[in-house]
C-alpha cells in the first residue's frame, strides 16, 4: 500500500479513539528485549500524542527470575503466578518498581512523553488481600500450595490516574499492591491492567505478550484465534488449550469485556509496531476476545 494510503486508513480509528482511554498491559518478555521495548514505548508516546490516554501497566517475570537465580532464590510459578515468600517480594518490589518501572518512564521521557511511575500504594490506587492456598494438579496429584504474598485486588481508586493522566502524563504502572496492613503484595500484572481498565472505564485492554495470541496449539501460529468470546475461552481453560501464562490474561480479559470494555486483545508485543497496526490499520492482528 502506498504510505499517503496507510496514513488516511488510519483516519477514522484516530477519531474514533481520540480522548479515549486505553490499558496497554506488557508483559515481561515483551520488555526484556531492548528493541521491542522501545518500539512499544515509541507508540505509546504517538498514542498520547494523537489523544488517547494510555496507561501502562508493566509486568516483569523473566528480569525477577533472573535476579532471584543470581541470588540464589529458586522461582516457582504455578498457573502463571508467581510463589512469592518474603524475600521473593523484596526482590519483586525491587525489580518491577525500583528497575523495570522506572526504566519505561525514562524511556517514554527520551521519547517526548512524559511518563510516571505509580504502583498499588500510591494514592491506595489498588489495594488487595493475600490470596492464600492454590490447588494444583502435579503429575495427576492434587496438591495445596501457598502461594504467600500474592494478592487478589479487592478496591481500585482511579483517582491517581485520572489526576495525571488528564495533565498529559502516562502513567507507569507496578503491580505491587498494598494490603490493609500496609504490606506489600504481588499482584499478576495481567490482572491489575484488566481491573483498572475496568475502573476507568477504558475502551480497549491491550496485552502485549511474547506470542502472536491465543492459539490451539501454541507450537504452530496458523492455530491463533483472531477472535473469542468469553464463553469460548473458558471453554479452552476447561479443555487445557489455555494453560500457564495464558489463564490470567484470558481472565482478565474476560472479566474487563464483563466490566464494560469494548474490546481486548492479546497481541505480540515483540513484532515492531503490533499496537499501532492491531489500532490504526483494518489489519487485525492476534486475538480479540469481545461479547459475541
Ligand atoms: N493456548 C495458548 N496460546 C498461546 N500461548 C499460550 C497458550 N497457553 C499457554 N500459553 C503460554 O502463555 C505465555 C504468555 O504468558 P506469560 O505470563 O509467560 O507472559 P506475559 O504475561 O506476557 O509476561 P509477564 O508474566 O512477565 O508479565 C506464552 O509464552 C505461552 O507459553
Ligand atoms: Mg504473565
Redesign the pocket.
Known sequence: MKRENILVEALPYIRNLHGSKIVVKC????IVNEESMENIIKDIVLLRYIGVETILVH????EISRVMNELGIKPQIVD?LRVTDERTMEVVRMVLIGNVGTELVSKIGSYGGKGIGLSGKDGRLFTAKKKGKKKVVVEDVEKEIDLGYVGEIESVDPEMIDVVSSKGYIPVISPIAVDEEGRSLNV???TVAGEIAISIGAKKLM?????D????D?EDKETIFSKMTPEYAED?KKEG??????I??VDSCVRAVEGGVEKTHIIN?EKPHSLLLELFTDEGVGTMIHKG
Open positions: 508483559g515481561g518478555h515483551a509486568g516483569g517475570g523473566p502463571g499478576n500484572a495481567d496485552m502485549m505478550t511474547n506470542v495470541g491465543v492459539m490451539r501454541p479452552l488449550v489455555i494453560e500457564g501464562g495464558m490470567p490474561k508485543g
